[in-house]
């Protein structure tokens, strides 16, 4: 079950893992009263669950968003979309060249892409990394 929230932000990166750590311990309480029929004394859980609840949360929203941020680098997608942004702006919107009407769209496709591709990264991010939470979860109650 996917218990952390993908968090899409411009905060900085105490602020997402910040964001990360509730949203997990959140998810974690929500994932054991579901498994507990409800019970709230097993949904809130043990300290050592709401800390694993809350790493894996932290851990999931910094690492979602480093690679989300990585991913149009690394595809080449940021430096067209920069591109594209410096040329929509060097020809004014009121010229009747063909290249000043065509910039514009590019610019916005270009922006479009990026955002697509790092929406897709920090998604498979969180997917790998609450993955591996779930894996720990899993050691940890069969630990026990």
């Known amino acids: 079950m996917l218990t952390t929230a993908i968090v899409v932000s411009r905060a900085g990166p105490g602020e997402l893992a910040a964001a990360g750590a509730t949203a997990g311990v959140l998810g974690g309480v929500a994932e054991r009263a579901v498994e507990n029929d409800g019970d709230v004394k097993a949904a809130v859980g043990s300290p050592g669950e709401m800390m694993t609840d ?4 932290a851990v999931s929203a910094t690492v979602g968003k480093l690679v989300g941020e990585a991913v149009p680098e690394a595809t080449g997608a940021a430096q067209k979309a920069n591109e594209a942004s410096r040329l929509a702006a060097k020809h004014s919107s009121l010229s009747k060249s063909a290249l000043a009407k065509q910039t514009p769209a590019a610019a916005g496709v270009a922006a479009g892409k990026v955002a697509t591709q790092q929406t ?10 609450e993955a591996a939470g779930q894996a720990v979860k899993t050691k940890n109650d069969n630990d026990q």
């Not at 897709?120 to 990394?129: M, Y």
């Open 120 to 129: 897709l990264g920090e998604a498979t991010a969180h997917s790998a990394t």
């Open 54 to 57: 809350a790493a894996v949360g």
